[in-house]
């Protein structure tokens, strides 16, 4: 099946830094979202990408649909206690099970204030 | 607040018992799908719905699961002589059509 490949597994890093954390797979996907998810909550959307090549911003958040639509990466800037969480990468596929989102293992981002 | 909402936020029960999980999706989305996910590891695809077709089911992880969603808009989920191991979060999402998936809180369940 398919598997998506998320790192860094974890991040323990400065207020005020920035992070990069990416998302590679064997197989193409048509659209790669990106989530953060908190302690016993659910995912929250952060970026949608529809095209590859595409580059999105949100805010403080950057993130790229690679060109191979096999990879994607988020780029947090400056970062600030409240990024604290796991973030997830998870991508979409229409060759099977409708609408299925595989996720990535997440990428637990620890901030150092 | 018009998002997903799941109930119970929280279940505990004996393994043996059956259980039942609510999901009320956003109003305006046809889509609804469940998700399961265990600690450490990312949600994992179980079952949708378009309206209250449920087009996607083989990825359920025993013929103990069980979905519906009978008249298009709120669904349940059901496990039937739960096991230990399916002490997990379980996780709805609704969608327009085939637009981004947006999460309610998750159900937290433990088999003991």
């Known amino acids: 099946g398919q598997q998506l490949n998320q790192s860094p597994q974890s991040m323990f890093i400065q207020e005020g830094e920035d992070v990069s954390m990416n998302c590679t797979s064997s197989s193409i996907f048509n659209t790669w979202l990106w989530y953060k998810q908190d302690p016993g909550e659910g995912p929250v959307l952060l970026i949608a990408l529809y095209k590859a090549g595409e580059l999105t911003s949100n805010g403080r958040l950057t993130a790229q649909f690679g060109i191979t639509r096999k990879d994607s990466f988020l780029n947090i800037s400056a970062s600030i206690p409240s990024d604290v969480g796991i973030y997830f990468c998870a991508g979409l596929s229409r060759d099977n099970a409708g609408n299925m989102l595989t996720f990535g293992g997440g990428t637990r981002l620890m901030v150092k204030p | 607040d018009t998002g997903v909402s799941q109930d119970p936020r929280h279940k505990i029960t004996k393994r043996g018992q059956n259980v039942t999980f609510r999901c009320d999706p956003i109003?305006?989305?046809?889509?609804l799908y469940w998700y399961r996910q265990t600690l450490g590891q990312g949600p994992e695809f179980l079952t949708y719905?378009?309206?209250?077709?449920?087009?996607?089911k083989s990825r359920l992880l025993s013929d103990r699961f069980s979905a519906e969603r009978p008249k298009g808009s709120f669904s349940t989920l059901e496990i039937q002589r739960t096991e230990q191991g399916d002490s997990a979060m379980y996780l709805c999402?609704?969608?327009?059509?085939?637009?981004?998936?947006?999460f309610g809180p998750g159900t937290r369940l433990t088999v003991l």
């Open positions: 719905f378009q309206n209250e077709a449920q087009l996607e």
């Open positions: 109003s305006e989305h046809n889509r």
């Open positions: 999402a609704s969608s327009l059509m085939e637009q981004e998936q947006f």
